[in-house]
């Protein structure tokens, strides 16, 4: 059966973006996942700062959908690259947030935000998950005993 997360109520929050799991990458601390991403769109400029010191996920967010701003070009190539060493770099560096990942077992994982599609389930179950393919891919890498990032 099928392991659903998402609000900060449910079990399994600790597996989401949003989770206040913080991690160093790429020379900076990074409060969660969501702010690594958003971040990234703007990669080596002072807005990717600001995104960084952005006071909780949702902000974040918001900050990253900008386009006052523009994105990198080749983000669309890079995002799941992006979005997977982060999401590494969250449980390789939290054991209590690992001990929840690893404990789901082999179970598939499913963000289920009602409102993405593209990283969740969506509303009516037929989003494409990539989050929670991304982070069964990290429960299998980090099982294994690697940690292996790929490259963007």
Do not use: C
């Not at 449910?10 to 989401?16: I, M």
């Not at 006052?68 to 060493?85: G, L, N, S, T």
């Not at 069964?136 to 980090?142: E, S």
């Amino acid at each position: 059966m099928p392991i659903r997360f998402y609000l900060s109520k449910d079990p399994y929050y600790e597996l989401t973006n949003h989770s206040a799991h913080g991690f160093t990458l790429d020379g900076h601390f990074w409060p969660t996942v969501e702010h690594y991403y958003q971040a990234q769109k703007f990669a080596g400029s002072a807005y990717a700062d600001a995104i960084r010191d952005a006071p909780n996920p949702m902000i974040a967010r918001r900050m990253g959908r900008d386009r006052e701003h523009p994105i990198r070009p080749d983000w669309d190539a890079v995002k799941e690259a992006v979005m997977y060493r982060a999401t590494l770099a969250k449980f390789e560096s939290h054991p209590d947030a690992l001990a929840s990942l690893l404990s789901t077992g082999e179970e598939e994982l499913v963000e289920a935000s009602p409102r993405d599609f593209y990283w969740g389930s969506g509303a009516d179950g037929s989003g494409l998950n990539r989050y929670g393919q991304i982070l069964m891919q990290v429960r299998a890498l980090l099982r294994s005993g690697r940690g292996e990032t790929p490259k963007e």
